[in-house]
């Protein structure tokens, strides 16, 4: 395979997308199994999980795609399991910037075994175990990626906690250690405490003697998550007034997850040489928040912030965002850095990743649905090896449904919702309406 | 003494303001030895440099003022040794928020034996050797300071190498550990690179494997400092360009002192993950910025900074006021464990502060005058045992001057010089030049 692999990057990228724009012809059934080997190499094909467009739930499919080929630098992975994080539903809908073009492989963190390394790779060989975090097309059999974006796992962890810890460990490890610099007895408010990354950041305190950690969340999740929390605060209610009661002085840490969670009192809880640090998903650069978001406006969106006010209050504002860092600020090797770190905490036991529910590929959509409710306490996982759930069937509306994956390929549909909705429910309502206003529209025509 | 010292602190204060006022009448000879002990307890006076109005360098005389008393949680300290910091000359000028009352004994730094202790301050007992940050009153024969603002010396420690010590240290240290979080392997951008801040930086730094500190400074200090800093860059010119062309990826962390330097590119030499660190003593927020200093406009006196620009960008922006955070913020704590990191340190043989120069009380407007001009390399001293140099006959104008200090007390004078000038040079020529009009005026009535 190695062989094939020598054409640069970009023509192996003119040659996918080809592939890509062959595929948006109606798909084939997502549950069949590769084709047969046929002489005369016709493309092999595995499955993917893809967004046909930015936009609902509908707009994500499991379809056939062409394996992937090498190119430079890269190495290809036999997927085993994949991690759902915020950021994959924020590409949905496309509210991130620079988003991609569609139709696009979904997922940026996968684990698996290396099934081919171009050549020139040195530092991974056929076999090895690892997580990767791909720009991208991590949710299929197969992927390949830049060998600087791979990480070999520890040997006795599994795929599934590998694309447990990976994004979201990282990404708690800088935020608490490279950003918040967290010393012992230091005091932490942590939103969407209940998230991966949230769970993460708890645990990873407790590594520093005397870290107290509050946590806001749904009132749902507290009793899972108040063994990890010193304090957990009601998602919605006045937090800062809650804060305060507990600690009058306030805190020394903010870790604010652009989630659309109400933190404008976040900054003013900071004591002197306190940290306000701005991580997460969310585009708000643009002001293109979807309304499936519907994020509140929150002083960081509004409010330029004066350096001398910074100065004058002896305190730090700071952001993280991970995805920049990764592909578009050169920050691999550092991130590389992390990873050890974190790794070696994991193999000490000193963290273990909650996981909240693990999913078949076909199941993206249920699963995406439950984080975008807030309903996950720790991390989403997929595996391609699991069979999808049954789905009961729906009263009946015209036809029947026998799966929330649509195999139809609409992509209209999908293209007019290209601005996201506020629920996907609303959204599959609106369709079915949409489609039975189509049909008496034709028996009446 | 202690049971002198039993009255409020409102109380006592009032008592001294009243001593203040009455010594506003002309001073007595500040050569003049401490009155004889006498009977019906007259008040016991000591030598003490004093603002006595917002102005240039004939604003600060030494004079003598009543013994401080002790008030409640204070220490009394016999000063030995004393340190001059920028922060000094704003406050001269009255470019600092919340200035004094003058007239006031200048001063936030000092070493010498505790000589009496208030009641209920069980830290500290009569005889210990301390290093003091008093927020002012520390340049004086004698200063009661809250103990909380007193830190015992270690034993070979000399009173003037802890007056070397503590606020250049401890500022260093909060901006390198706390602050910037600095880790082996990083890039260091440090502006002023040969105050005593800068110097102090640069020891500290070198306690981190593999960091690389470069100095911005002017060209007479270049020599002096090369030692301490892996390149040194001249002040004035286009240092970004030169950092750029050493590091073309850019710098880590970037420590801008607000001392009016042209710091407006160093925001944009920082990499992703990079800090920017505003710290120093100006008074920016106000705008007051004297003349006498005519301080750069600099990005951070213009532009607010967008939260939303530091998370895409993976920056952090933070300001460390050690003032306010000594004073009216409640970091005394916070320094104190500061502060035994550097003792630590300085016990260890890591640190060894770099002292520019020793000036007796009455040499401050020179030692002053040293600092305004940035011909200090390391820390600038007064040790109140010192004699005051001789001073040179100046070219007759009317009258001569045997001393840079002006013994009389032109009140009227320094009222006028509230608002600072340009140079304090440039002051004594236009004293002068008012004086001969005055002169004239007389004569000719």
Redesign the interface.
Known sequence: MAEENQKPVEEKQAQQQQSQEKDDAPAKDAEQESPEKAPEEPPKEMKAVVLTGFGGLKSVKVLKKPEPTLGEGEVLIRVKACGLNFQDLMVRVGAI?SPPKTPVILGFECAGEIEAVAEGVDNFKVGDRVVALPEYRAWAELVAVPAKYVYRLPDTMSFLDASSVAINYVVAH?LLF??G?L?PGKTLLVHSAGGGVGQAVAQLARTVKGVTVIGVASKSKHEAIQGSMDHVIERGTDYASEVRKLYP?GVDIVLDC?CGEECNRGYSLLK??G?YI??GSAN??TGETKSLFSLAKS???V???????????????????MR??MYQ???AA?IQSVMDKVFAMWSKGQIQPVVDSTWALEDVPEAMQKMHDRKNVGKILLDPSLEPKPKPATPAKGKGKSSSIDKEDKKKDDDENGSGDNDAKEEEKKEDKKKEEKKEEKESS
């Open positions: 910037d800088m490279d950003v610099n010393q002085e652009l002197p040489m940290k701005l991580y708000v650069v002083w960081w969106q409010d330029k912030v004066s350096p001398i006010k910074l100065f004058d209050e002896n305190k730090t504002l700071a952001g993280l965002n920049h860092l600020q050169g920050g550092h």
